[in-house]
């Protein structure tokens, strides 16, 4: 599976963004899906995650409610919908794929990234 994630830029506080993560390869529907975000200096940190089928979400409890993981398989694409952002948001966001990873908050269980997304929220 090869991932391209899209869709960062610059946003105020309070504002929002919609995340893609385009997918190749005959597996995508199988795999499991998630976004993660790395800040300057810190590690790289779960986001949330999504089943293969869509049907169970896994968020961080820094974005839940705020944040929204969805997917389209016939698509092959993840999106994370990003409502109410705040300045602690600021990160590049990576996409991420693996089988049976939904549950996994570390970053070995999953297979495969995409190249991350910069998203900065201002104040």
């Known amino acids: 599976v090869q991932l391209q994630a899209s869709g960062g830029g610059l946003v105020q506080a309070g504002g929002s963004l919609r995340l893609s993560c385009a997918a190749s390869g005959r597996t995508f529907s199988s795999n499991d899906m998630g976004w993660f975000r790395q800040a300057p200096g810190k590690e790289r940190e779960f986001v949330a995650a999504?089943?293969?089928?869509?049907?169970?979400?896994y968020y961080a409890d820094s974005v839940k409610g705020r944040f929204t993981i969805s997917r389209d398989n016939a698509k092959k694409t993840v999106y994370l919908q990003m409502n109410s952002l705040k300045p602690e948001d600021t990160a590049v966001y990576y996409c991420?794929?693996?089988?049976?990873?939904?549950?996994?908050?570390?970053?070995?269980?999953?297979?495969?990234w995409g190249q991350g997304t910069q998203v900065t929220v201002s104040s």
């Open positions: 991420a794929a693996g089988v049976g990873s939904i549950w996994n908050k570390g970053t070995a269980p999953w297979g495969y």
């Open positions: 999504i089943s293969w089928s869509g049907g169970t979400t």
